[in-house]
């Protein structure tokens, strides 16, 4: 006889990482191409001197530079081991058992994960046909048993942003006692004209959060460092569900040499973003109904080709992420890189 666990186990999906193949080119994971910045990378090694110790369990320097940073009280700032981890406590602060998380579909895979690992019952809401999060769907399926909003903006895979009218219309509709948590993982890639700021939104309102990473633009995804910002009212309850010692000392470091690097990441990013727009153009004019993404990533909608489209670009040494059945998202590299990328597209012939 085995140990009993969780009955529910088999209703909780893996969370499936981005595939890496030797020799290949990986645009499945949002990362940045290039390592850290000579400057972080030498904090990191700094830090590494000092990895017998624990790390400071609070974070307290990364959360003072970031509430320096953001322009808001340390109070309202708490850091977690990757965002990912922050949407989990979120979920554990804010829900009992049987209560809704509520989240656009498709939108980031980790939600309804989290939400069923937390006890709580996912509750996705169809996306407009532009791949764009349905708002006014979101608010119209709030329930009694709601609890938590997750509203990903620019919206992994498919890549739109909200922008800050329809947001705010949005928020006005929304309950006091229902958290709102805006997941800003792409925030620095952002370059529309009427922009969500989600850490004043944050700072102007009860019940709304925002969750950043140093995951994507700054390029440290491997060492694990979020954070979020909200009310203390959220912040105090989100902080007390973390894992003790969760983000590590070298993470730490980091993330305070990559805000104290200053302008570098913005000329990171808006490379990125010239890029963007080149392979999302590219590839409206081979026929795909690329939507308008604010991220370092472009959604192919490809629906029931997406499984063949996916193995093509393997075969031409090109990983991309495949959603089957519905489509494939693909991280903006280097230029190079989106090359070799676009020849692969440009190679694929539908099979009907
Ligand atoms: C990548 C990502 C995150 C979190 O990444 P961490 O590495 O855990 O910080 C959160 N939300 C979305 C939508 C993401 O794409």
Not at 215 to 228: F, N, P, T, W
Request: some cysteine; glycine content about 8%; aromatic content about 6%.
């Amino acid at each position: 006889m085995s140990p009993d666990v969780r009955s529910d186990l088999d209703a909780i999906p893996s969370y499936v990482p981005g595939a890496s193949v030797p020799g290949a080119v990986k645009l499945a994971s949002n990362e940045t191409t290039a390592g850290p910045l000579p400057s972080v990378a030498a904090a990191i090694v700094e830090a590494a001197a000092g990895a017998n110790r624990y790390p400071d369990i609070t974070a307290g320097a990364l959360v003072d530079r970031l509430a320096g940073f953001l322009d808001v009280p340390p109070a309202n700032v708490t850091a977690g081991c990757g965002s990912v981890a922050l949407c989990q406590q979120l979920v554990q602060a804010v829900c009992a058992p049987g209560d809704e998380v509520l989240y656009g579909w498709r939108s980031f895979e980790a939600y309804p994960i989290i939400a069923r690992i937390a006890h709580a019952v996912p509750v996705p809401v169809p996306n407009r046909a532009d791949g764009a999060l349905d708002l006014d769907a979101i608010a119209d399926a709030v329930t009694d048993r709601t609890r938590l909003i997750f509203v990903c903006t620019p919206n992994n895979p498919t890549g739109p942003a909200i922008s800050r009218t329809e947001m705010s219309a949005f928020l006005d509709r929304i309950p006091e006692r229902v958290t709102v948590a805006l997941d800003e993982a792409y925030y620095e890639y952002v370059r529309s004209v009427d922009p969500v700021d989600g850490v004043a939104e944050a700072m102007a309102r009860s019940n709304v959060v925002a969750l950043r990473t140093f995951s994507k633009a700054y390029g440290l995804a491997g060492l694990r460092v979020g954070y979020l910002v909200g009310p203390v009212e959220l912040v105090v309850p989100v902080a007390k569900m973390l894992v003790p010692f969760s983000v590590g000392s070298l993470a730490q470091a980091a993330g305070i040499a990559c805000l104290d690097a200053g302008d570098e990441l913005r000329a990171r990013t808006d490379a990125v973003v010239a890029e963007r727009t080149r392979v999302r153009d590219a590839l409206i004019e081979l026929g795909h109904a690329v939507p308008d993404s604010q991220a370092n990533f472009v959604w192919l909608p490809l629906g029931d080709a997406a499984s063949a489209f996916d193995a093509h670009c393997r075969e031409n040494l090109v990983v991309v992420r495949c959603f089957a059945g519905d489509g494939v998202r693909v991280t903006i590299g280097d230029p190079d890189e989106n090359d070799r990328f676009l020849n692969a597209a440009r190679g694929f012939v539908t099979r009907t």
